[in-house]
């Protein structure tokens, strides 16, 4: 079975206080965009339109049904927020962009995003996937849906936040993904 190696570089804002981690980018056919969270069926940045501008369609160019990247990068940028997966090599076992179906063949290496992260002070998971990875790879208690737990990395003190998936394929409305969000994002005073 095919190896896939991780298409995009990690996106590393120098003021960045949050890491936002996905598992991997689903396969290029359901691309919207070429950036994080870039299929169109995907709530991330609906839910992050609804949060700072309420507006679900913030990001969104629906006469393309594509995300605007260089909106979602200038907004992240702004507030500081770092975005990668918790793998860097994957096995697809089945033909579509589920979780359930990923091997994660080669974790990332999160101490080192951190390392160029200094003022980052919290990482969250958007999935089972990745919130299963990270916990793995940092051996930490997994954290219920839209709560947080505590843990120190290089003498300091770190959240992790556990959010619901952004993905429909996860059955919650968007507005309830979004108030979990809302809460991490008000703990961190992004919002």
């Known amino acids: 079975m095919e190896i896939e190696q991780h298409p995009l570089e990690p996106f590393l804002p120098g003021n960045a206080r949050l890491l936002m981690l996905g598992s991997f980018p689903p396969q290029r056919k359901?691309?919207?965009?070429?950036?994080?969270?870039?299929?169109?069926?995907?709530?991330?940045?609906?839910?992050?339109?609804?949060?700072?501008?309420?507006?679900?369609?913030?990001?969104?160019?629906?006469?393309?049904?594509?995300?605007?990247?260089?909106?979602?990068?200038?907004?992240?940028?702004?507030?500081?927020?770092?975005?990668?997966?918790?793998?860097?090599?994957?096995?697809?076992l089945q033909d579509n962009a589920s979780d359930k179906y990923l091997e994660v063949v080669r974790p990332t290496d999160i101490s080192a995003l951190l390392q160029q992260l200094p003022q980052c002070k919290a990482i969250v998971t958007t999935g089972q996937k990745a919130t299963d990875t990270l916990c793995a790879l940092f051996s930490l208690q997994e954290p219920k849906v839209g709560d947080f737990?505590?843990?120190?990395?290089?003498?300091?003190?770190?959240?992790?936040?556990?959010?619901?998936?952004?993905?429909?394929?996860?059955?919650?409305?968007?507005?309830?993904?979004?108030?979990?969000?809302?809460?991490?994002?008000?703990?961190?005073?992004?919002?």
């Open 30 to 92: 359901r691309w919207s965009m070429e950036f994080y969270y870039p299929n169109w069926n995907n709530d991330m940045w609906r839910i992050a339109g609804l949060l700072f501008f309420n507006d679900k369609d913030h990001f969104a160019d629906k006469s393309q049904k594509a995300f605007r990247k260089e909106r979602i990068i200038d907004f992240l940028n702004e507030k500081g927020i770092a975005l990668f997966d918790t793998a860097t090599a994957v096995r697809r």
């Open 149 to 191: 737990t505590e843990f120190i990395f290089a003498d300091r003190p770190m959240r992790l936040y556990r959010m619901p998936s952004s993905s429909r394929a996860y059955p919650l409305a968007l507005e309830k993904k979004a108030a979990a969000y809302r809460i991490m994002y008000q703990d961190l005073q992004m919002l």
